[in-house]
């Protein structure tokens, strides 16, 4: 068995800070820290997600903090006192860590406690996923925010508060979309250095309710369904512009994600609300015949595989997961 307590203590026993602000691959690792998260917490319990972050909802402190809570509620069984305790001793080493690396340049300010308070955090909660009994159910959504300090060399926090950002001096992008702006999230860096490095990621959670509004108002069942082509189109009319969100970008961090959660369905002529039972069989029989379209092709490599004379045992998994609630 990995000891994950025991190579996080590796890890970071000695943290080195950067003193190079020009790449901004933190708020990246931090987009898919949070893409993820929602991600969980939608296959969790899509009802209720959906009230969490439902119509008109965008990413704030409070939905953030309550997602965590809820998927940690659902997920979170460890137990064990020898593993807590370790997670206890990795938490105080690394705000020992933290502050000599910064040196100097620490300071008491609420601003950086709340950045190193929410880094810590996050590796914390990163190395106790890996001690979850349904571990292997899900990609740990802490192992972006890790990868924060432990790749970036940065520590972060973020915000949607704009006159927040201001202060601490961040210059906004004038060029943007008003789509875009109201869609978006502030992420706050700080290296070995006194001041603060900025970036901004799409609120997607944002996005996906505007694209929820956008069927609401059109698509608002199979008898009326929307196709990607009119989806884009009715984007690209609110400004949103393909350098700001390409069609590939709409597709797969708007589209597919509220496909999955359940939010919308989709057939041959697109997609549209599940309002009501008649919605739901069409989109489930749609998905049902691409399933059986992927079931055969695996039942081709494990007839070819027979043949062979592989290992059976290596090509049956596809049956296996078909029958697991059974």
Known sequence: MIDHAKIAKQQFSKIVLTENYKKKSFAKNFGEHVDQLFEISEILDASQNTLLIGKDATITDRIYWQTESQILESIDDVDDNEILTELDNIEDMLYSSIKVALGKNYDRSTELNKIIDH??????????????????????????????LDDDLMLYSFSTDTDEMLQLGYQPNKKESNEIKKNKIGVIGRGN??????????????????????????????????????????????????????????????????????????????????????????????????????????????????????????????????????
Request: glycine share 4%; charged share 25%; hydrophobic share 35%.
């Open 119 to 148: 880094t810590v955090h996050g590796v914390v909660l990163s190395v106790k996923f890996e001690y979850f009994s349904n571990v292997n159910l899900f990609n740990n959504p802490w192992e972006n925010a890790k990868n924060i």
């Open 193 to 326: 250095r006194p001041d603060y490095n900025f970036h901004t990621i799409r609120d997607l959670i944002g996005l996906r309710n505007t694209l929820v509004d956008i069927l609401d108002e059109t698509a608002d069942s199979i008898s009326n369904p929307m196709n990607t082509v009119k989806i884009i189109k009715v984007l690209r009319s609110m400004g949103v512009s393909e350098r700001e969100l390409s069609d590939t970008n709409i597709s797969n961090f708007l589209i597919s994600p509220l496909k999955r959660s359940g939010r919308i369905g989709s057939s041959n002529e697109g997609y549209f609300l599940l309002s009501n039972c008649r919605d739901i069989e069409v989109s489930y029989k749609s998905h049902l015949e691409t399933l059986k379209g992927f079931y055969n092709t695996l039942e081709n490599h494990r007839v070819l595989a027979q043949r062979l004379g592989c290992d059976s045992k290596l090509f049956d998994e596809h049956r296996n997961l078909l029958n697991q609630d059974q």
